[in-house]
DNA sequence: ATAAACTCTATTAAAACGATAGAGTTTATG
DNA sequence: CATAAACTCTATCGTTTTAATAGAGTTTAT
């Protein structure tokens, strides 16, 4: 699975469009300034996001785009499908499932592309634009999930500091 | 992460080798054959693998390729680091860190990116050639850790048959 | 009527991807 | 020592994907 700069922009798009739930449309000019993004490949990306129907448009005059559920109810997962496909490393989980079944010689390697697979889709389905969108708002499901994890492994640093776990080689 | 085409074959063909550990040099046109890849493209694979020494080559008429370390010292990490890059689903760990201090806006989307990258790390750091390789010498320490895995969980069904879990939405 | 917005289709430049070609080098062996 | 069997290396190529821009069209507030 693979986010591509356009995903980053839907996302950044969305958390913006999450911090103003319930203000009304906002202009696309506006996300694209304050996110820093080109307008104009914004305006697809919106449009995509519109015809998903996770956002909507105000036309005319005094329009823009707004979310179209609570924050809480968008998962990240929605929207990396959408803009960047399948969460799976390889190919799809549907077609995993079936290499599994009829590729016996390379079963063993299609069962570890699953196994990432569900592991980011754990992840990104249990994650909304409420969790990660920052400004008033936010301590939602999942900042409380992390932290209770941290704690439980005997993390005492306050959130982003990084500690102790295995972390030599990189990526 | 993305795994592409190229990193399938070369995941292919390290398993290949794997299940002929320890039988002399195996010639790019058999290993080409047996896994049904491009003969051409598997020789530039391969000679990557070589320079990460991963696996080592013997020049010359009776020459070919074979592993450098027995099938459970290698991790399908390394070939997928060296053949398509970080495990992160964008950028790298090390990016994603520094974005995750410096940019307090988008921090909470970046450490998700984090997280899944960390996700897919455990598990392709842990599995070796020799648990997804098949032939003789199966049964390693990855097969064990599954099969407990899903018991835990209630699971009952022999390996592959996949079970009860959210199965519904795919990728 | 007009300007402010979104809508939609087309185009493009650059990069990535998958693959092939071919000339060069090394080595076993007869 | 000639030769064929291999690996080695660099270049090239066609296609697709990616990131972005352009511009004409449509809708709506005022």
Redo the contacts with the bound molecule.
């Keep these: 699975m693979?986010i591509?700069?356009?995903?980053l922009?839907a996302l950044q798009a969305m958390m913006m469009l999450a911090r103003h739930y319930n203000q009304g449309?906002?202009?696309?000019?506006d996300i694209a300034y304050e996110e820093g993004?080109?307008?104009?490949?914004l305006?697809?990306i919106?449009?995509e996001l519109?015809?998903a129907r996770i956002v909507e448009?105000?036309?005319?005059?005094?329009?823009?785009?707004q979310l179209r559920r609570p924050p809480s109810e968008i998962q990240l997962s929605e929207i990396i499908r959408l803009i960047?496909g399948p969460l799976a490393p390889f190919g799809d989980a549907e077609q995993l499932r079936t290499l599994i079944d009829r590729d016996a010689e390379h079963r063993g390697l299609y069962q570890v592309f699953l196994d990432v697979r569900d592991a980011a889709a754990k992840i990104l389905e249990h994650t909304t634009l409420a969790d990660i969108a920052g400004g008033p708002g936010a301590e939602s499901s999942r900042s409380r999930k992390r932290r209770k994890k941290k704690e439980a492994e005997g993390g005492v640093l306050p959130m982003v500091v990084h500690g102790n776990v295995p972390r030599g080689k990189d990526d």
């Design positions: 693979k591509s700069q356009k995903g922009y449309a906002i202009r696309i000019r993004l080109p307008e104009k490949f305006e697809l919106l449009l519109k015809n448009s105000v036309r005319g005059a005094k329009g823009g785009y960047d």
